[in-house]
């Protein structure tokens, strides 16, 4: 693809792409995307976008398409490569010319560059950063901001790039240009200073940007490309010029007026600057220990004194407080961080440890905690309005990293770390701050409220570090409970507060006694006509006393009925997903937490479900969540989730149908579900036996949930044994048959489970539905390459259908002698052979006596193979009967054998466990004794073969072995 043509015909699909009529736009996407791979098309798109007289859009597709094309097609063991050729031609073109006229397309240039730097740069494209270098040296303006938004650019992808040779390279990099991008920085300032000195604030813009992007890119190469940056002169002297340079820039910015786009620029620049701080505290605390006090004067006197006043914005005080808690939390500039050997400390740390100490006096510390709770930590004008206006969005919890970039969490995390460092200091100013606002005030005094309100968030994030000096118990009494009482409007603000605070210590410092009334506390505090921010809250306060290590159902119980009629009160009137979600969660984890006591209010659980479910058709996380209480309510009401089938087996069908699109959402959710439906359901019915009818799509999607899918099916096998395989044999032998051979042998042992259960149930039929499939688990049995646990799975099917189907067995070694052209003799023997040599790498005693049972049931088969084999199956029941037998009353017992005392059901039993229960009373392995069969089986064998063959077959046995065989006869 190449010639003016070319670019004429690309041209005019571009435009045609850039349509907004399907039938004109469908086409042009399909064609571009055709010529992805043809030759010369990226060359095509870079003259197209290179060309500033066409059509903004169109060219901005251009650059779209190309950036796309070299993720795809750029480096050389890609698929349809681009041609070297193309390559060094594109590479010229790209840094030809920095006069990109358009804003966001140079952006898309710059960060289109980079990418091919990441892969060509240094060793394709030494001429990159030369040509960056000089560009950025160009007196126009846009030339030198594109310029430098592409070195930026390149810059970050450089740094980016982790393996040894590749930061090697950058460390070279840094070396040759620090000193330059340092000098570009530092003009690029004093040209914006001097600017701002004459007021002319569009001059202050222009320089700020160029100021900032070189900033950017010595940030990267000082973090990344200095490894230690106390050694290199330029690295200390850039942290140096940022002290100097942040005060003069702080003020500037006050002083340009609010609606010039110069103090936009200006924040942004005085934010890079703390977060250049913040990078090198973090990542080299002890080449940074020579700015800690200059850190510690210039950051609490602009947010913990007067001097601040007028100067601040909201990211500069986040930055500012980040650095003072790096600093108070830093472990590199502790003294005990070292202790056992005192001359392997670095001199650092005590220079650290000392400026800490002088720095934080009693009256600094005193001073930043009162400002703190008394500044910071207040509600703001801001957030009152939220409340009023969106009170589901308040009570979000930002959580994770926010406290990095947002005021409120970054001053509470700034206020544990202080805490946790000057506990002693802190202690006494936070209690007298609480004793003062427990007075009793005016509801109507915004400001006492908003005070107390802050200090009683204090006390609930300082808990665990309060632990000794609060008496919690006789506080929550006395005083914190007559505090809901006032249900004033203005008073929300407290009562939200207090409910929150309480969560705060439950898991901290409550005596058990006490859960009944804060459940009494947490209920009137759900009620519709409380505020709604305040019913939030309690809520969370009621789940987290619900998930206490102490919660005791008993206590519970009265509260249930009450508790579930709020909480769907609450559910009905919020709106907010993410809020239906945490309510509903809550209501999930009290039915969690209490079991079965929920049983008597299913029907009032059962009224709101159903209409949450539709209404919640656009919000699959939502309907998640009310899966995830489904499972929880099954759970609890055991067998009498029957009455919940009409609304439940239609949503589980719903939810694991993958030819529903919501099927991503919500389709581990409905397996789960599904299962735990099984287990609890007492009989098979007609609609649970048609949802089977969605299992073989699962199946065949494969996935994390394939263990949940064969459970699923063998409670099916255990619930309705003939309806089921009468119906779906078919389908479970494809199912079984189609993963054999794809999973690891932790699959295989539960597919193999599902076949074992099969023949527990159907004796004479299982084998017959799998037996195109027993020579393939001969064949690996055989083949004795598999793992120990495969190799005890598949001897244990064998073994079953020895016991109970010895016709069958012989059936399929005749067979798999046809199918191998094998004498049956010959693969018989060579069985018995493998099994003697796998017998003792099967661990369970369960599966050790089934194989003996099967090995002893096999010697009265009339078969000369097996004769033969007669002394090696000695040898291995032998071996069994110590695994399995006990003395008592000087009599061997099988120990593996249920009496009567198995019948006993316990009350905390699915349905399925008691399923299970029955079938293993009927299973050979517990109910059948070893010893009297291994007797009954040679008493029998003696009959057979006459006394004088099966003495002579005896004495062939070791005397040992027929010694202890005597021990187990008496």
């Keep these: ?107 898309q ?144 910015r006050a002083q340009v007026p609010c609606s010039h786009l110069a103090k936009e620029k200006l924040e942004k620049q005085i934010v890079l600057y703390m977060k250049l701080l913040l990078d090198v505290q973090d990542n080299f605390p002890l080449a940074y220990v020579n700015f800690i006090k200059q850190s510690l004067e210039l950051t609490v006197a602009y947010v913990f004194t007067d001097a601040g006043k007028g100067l601040l914005f909201e990211r500069f005080i986040v930055q500012c407080m980040n650095l003072i808690k790096g600093i108070v939390k830093c472990d590199a500039y502790r003294l005990n961080k070292l202790e056992e050997d005192e001359d392997a400390k670095d001199p650092a740390v005590y220079v650290a440890a000392k400026v800490r100490e002088e720095f934080f006096t009693d009256d600094t510390v005193v001073e930043i905690c009162r400002r703190l709770l008394s500044q910071y930590f207040l509600i703001v004008p801001e957030d009152l309005r939220m409340w009023e206006e969106d009170p589901e969005g308040y009570t979000i919890d930002e959580g994770g990293e926010s406290w990095k970039f947002t005021l409120r969490p970054c001053t509470e995390v700034l206020f544990l770390a202080l805490f946790h460092a000057y506990k002693e200091i802190f202690t006494p100013v936070l209690l007298q701050m609480v004793q003062s606002s427990q007075e009793a005030c005016d509801p109507g005094d915004m400001n006492t409220l908003l005070l107390k309100e802050a200090v009683y968030n204090a006390m609930g994030l300082a808990a665990f570090e309060l632990f000794d000096e609060v008496d919690f118990d006789q ?165 009498l989730s029957v009455n919940l089938y009409p609304f439940l087996l239609p949503i589980i069908q719903f939810s694991t149908d993958v030819s529903q699109p919501p099927h991503v959402y919500l389709l581990e959710d409905g397996i789960d579900l599904w299962y735990d439906t099984l287990q609890n359901a007492p009989v098979m019915t007609k609609e649970l036996l048609q949802l089977f009818g969605n299992m073989s799509e699962l199946l065949e999607l494969g996935s994390e949930n394939l263990k949940t899918c064969f459970q699923i099916m063998m409670a099916y096998v255990l619930l309705g044994p003939e309806e089921f395989l009468q119906n779906y044999s078919g389908a479970v032998f494809a199912g079984c048959v189609s993963l054999l051979n794809h999973v690891r042998p932790e699959g295989i042992v539960i597919v193999m489970k599902l076949v074992e259960t099969i023949f527990k149930v159907f004796p004479v039929e299982g084998p017959q539905i799998f037996r195109q499939m027993m020579p393939t688990v001969l064949q690996k049995v055989l083949q004795k390459e598999v793992y120990p646990i495969e190799m005890s799975m598949y001897l244990s099917l064998l073994a079953r259908i020895i016991i109970k189907n010895q016709p069958t067995f012989f059936m399929l070694i005749e067979q798999a002698g046809k199918m191998w052209n094998r004498a049956p003799s010959e693969i018989l023997d060579e069985l018995l052979q493998v099994w003697m040599d796998k017998i003792d790498t099967i661990t369970q005693a369960e599966r050790r006596k089934l194989t003996a049972l099967a090995l002893i049931s096999l010697i009265t088969a009339n078969s000369s193979v097996v004769n033969a084999r007669f002394p090696d199956i000695i040898y291995a029941v032998t071996e069994v009967l110590h695994d399995v037998c006990r003395e008592e009353n000087g009599t061997q017992i099988d120990y593996l054998v249920m009496g009567d005392r198995e019948e006993l059901e316990d009350e905390t039993e699915t349905e399925h466990e008691k399923r299970k229960r029955r079938l293993s009373l009927k299973d050979p392995v517990f109910c059948i004794s070893l010893r009297d069969y291994v007797i009954s089986q040679l008493t029998e064998y003696q009959r057979q073969q006459g006394t004088p063959n099966f003495e002579q077959l005896m004495q062939s046995i070791d005397i040992e072995i027929q010694q202890q065989l005597q021990e187990f006869f008496k």
């Design 1 to 107: 693809m190449d010639g003016t043509n070319a670019v004429g015909i690309v041209l005019e699909t571009l435009t045609k792409a850039t349509s907004q009529e399907a039938s004109i736009l469908k086409p042009a996407e399909q064609q571009l995307k055709e010529w992805e791979t043809h030759a010369g098309f990226y060359s095509v798109l870079q003259t197209i976008y290179s060309n500033h007289s066409i059509d903004v859009n169109v060219r901005w597709l251009a650059v779209l398409y190309f950036k796309n094309g070299i993720d795809k097609y750029w480096r050389k063991t890609a698929p349809n490569a681009i041609a070297e050729e193309e390559k060094t031609e594109i590479r010229a073109r790209l840094i030809g010319t920095f006069n990109e006229p358009v804003a966001p397309i140079a952006t």
């Design 109 to 252: 240039l710059a960060v289109l560059i980079s990418k091919v730097a990441r892969v060509d740069c240094p060793r394709e494209w030494q001429e990159l950063i030369p040509t960056l270098l000089e560009a950025v040296k160009q007196p126009e303006p846009l030339h030198q901001q594109r310029a430098l938004l592409t070195m930026h650019h390149v810059t970050k992808t450089l740094a980016s790039k982790r393996l040894l040779s590749d930061r090697k390279l950058f460390r070279e990099l840094t070396s040759n240009i620090f000193s330059f991008v340092l000098n570009l920085w530092n003009a690029h300032t004093e040209n914006f200073l001097a600017a701002a000195r004459s007021h002319d604030y569009d001059g202050v813009a222009t320089f700020v940007e160029l100021s900032m992007l070189a900033l950017k890119i010595l940030r990267k190469q000082l973090v990344f490309g200095i490894p230690e940056p106390q050694k290199v002169s330029d690295a200390l002297t850039l942290v140096q010029l940022v002290f100097q340079r942040i005060k003069p820039v702080v003020e500037l």
């Design 475 to 639: 506080w929550l009494t006395s005083h914190l409970l007559s505090e809901l009482q006032n249900k004033q409007a203005s008073y929300r603000l407290i009562r939200r507060r207090v409910i929150w605070l309480i969560g705060q210590w439950i898991g901290v410092k409550l005596s058990p006694n006490l859960h009944p009334t804060v459940y009494n506390a947490i209920l009137p505090l759900l009620a519709p006509e409380e505020d709604l921010v305040v019913r939030i809250t309690a809520a969370q306060t009621l789940k987290i006393a619900v998930d206490d290590f102490e919660f005791k159902t008993e206590n519970f119980t009265m509260y249930l009925e009450s508790s579930f009629a709020l909480l769907f009160q609450l559910l009905q009137q919020v709106a907010e997903c993410d809020t239906k979600m945490n309510v509903l969660h809550v209501l999930s984890f009290i039915i969690e937490r209490v079991g079965h006591q929920i049983q008597p209010y299913v029907s009032k659980l059962t009224q709101y479900l159903p209409m949450l479910w539709e209404e919640s058709r656009d919000h699959n996380m939502l309907r998640c969540a009310i899966l995830s209480t489904l499972v929880h309510l099954v759970q609890g009401v055991g067998s």
